[in-house]
């Protein structure tokens, strides 16, 4: 008989094949690269969990806010499985402590890719072991606290330009990588086939940001 461990017991799931569980929560720092396969299977688990979570995620959005239109349920499903939710959430149920770590440190970094993509090869061990029936529960549970409507309107230039693109042109935007320059990278933002604004930052997701925020300013000044 499988006893629970400390985690299972925190995520209300147990594990049939343990191997899973222990594969997620161990660090690839734990592996040699050239030697051992396990680190691959780890950053597979990692792979998997993501798309599971979007998957989950969207259809939770649709069925929890079946009157909002397309714009809102894109920003929310960012909101919901960007970095720093999944390291808040990592957080909650102390993974940090649960995880095994190399090179000899048994402090983990609370880094958000550690934490973050150790939450996302939890949930695919879940359902590689369960199902999905399983791994939604976990997530409902897990992602419970973050579905508030409030929460999910964060006002950023690319959520406010989303919603705004969404009312007046019917599709969302997108950003296309120009170039990276001396001091960051220049991202251009298109509405269908038109390209409406370039922007420049040190990172591409700061660049699209000032893109977003120049769009903006350009349809107020419109109106």
Not at 93 to 103: A, K
Not at 134 to 149: A, C, G, H, R, W
């Amino acid at each position: 008989m499988n006893y629970p461990t400390p985690l299972e017991e925190i995520i209300q799931y147990t594990f049939k094949d343990r191997d899973l569980l222990n594969q997620a929560i161990t660090h690839t720092s734990c592996f040699n690269e050239k030697k051992d396969t396990r680190q691959s299977k780890n950053e597979k688990l990692e792979y998997l969990g993501d798309a599971v979570l979007n998957s989950v995620i969207s259809i939770l959005l649709y069925k929890k806010y079946k009157d909002k239109h397309e714009g809102f349920l894109s920003n929310a499903r960012s909101c919901l499985v960007k970095k720093e939710t999944l390291t808040e959430i990592a957080k909650n149920i102390n993974l940090g402590v649960h995880m095994s770590y190399g090179n000899g440190d048994s402090n983990v970094p609370e880094e958000s890719k550690v934490l973050s993509n150790m939450v996302e090869a939890v949930i695919g061990a879940v359902y590689l072991d369960g199902g999905m029936r399983k791994v939604t529960k976990i997530i409902k549970m897990l992602f419970s606290s973050y579905f508030d409507e409030e929460k999910l309107n964060e006002k950023n230039p690319k959520n406010m330009l989303q919603e705004y693109s969404q009312k007046r042109w019917g599709m969302l935007p997108k950003y296309k990588f120009a170039r990276k320059i001396k001091d960051g990278f220049t991202v251009h933002v298109y509405v269908g086939k038109d390209l409406k604004a370039k922007g420049i930052g040190k990172s591409k997701k700061e660049a699209e940001q000032q893109a977003a925020r120049l769009l903006l300013n350009e349809l107020r000044q419109e109106t």
